[in-house]
């Protein structure tokens, strides 16, 4: 079903942004990593790791559900512009 525009997307409701720094699993392993794109209801994370099989499988990005990522750090993020007259003019 298409999203309406009044309407937030999982992510959009999530804590979490980009250039967050979260923590994650990952073949029963944690990393580290940033988020580097959002999607309906995911992140884009990129990560390091020092484990061949897991930089060919891979290529030190991928793909996590919001709900299973944790804050580490959040990334600073601008204010968003002012939306209506009232806003504006404070």
């Known amino acids: 079903m298409p999203k309406k525009n009044d309407e937030l997307t ?3 409701k999530s ?3 980009i250039g967050d ?3 994650f699993e990952l073949q029963k392993e944690t990393f580290t990593g940033l988020i580097e794109k959002a999607y309906k209801n995911a992140f884009l ?3 390091e790791t020092d ?3 897991i930089i060919d499988s891979y290529h030190n990005k991928t793909i996590v559900n919001w709900k299973d990522l ?3 750090k ?3 993020h601008p204010k968003q512009p002012a939306t209506d007259e009232h806003d ?3």
């Open 74 to 76: 959040a990334a600073p």
């Open 45 to 47: 994370v990129t990560f």
């Open 10 to 12: 999982e992510t959009e």
């Open 88 to 90: 504006a003019a404070e």
């Open 70 to 72: 944790t804050m580490i």
């Open 15 to 17: 804590p979490f942004g």
């Open 21 to 23: 720094e979260v923590s």
């Open 51 to 53: 484990d061949a099989d």
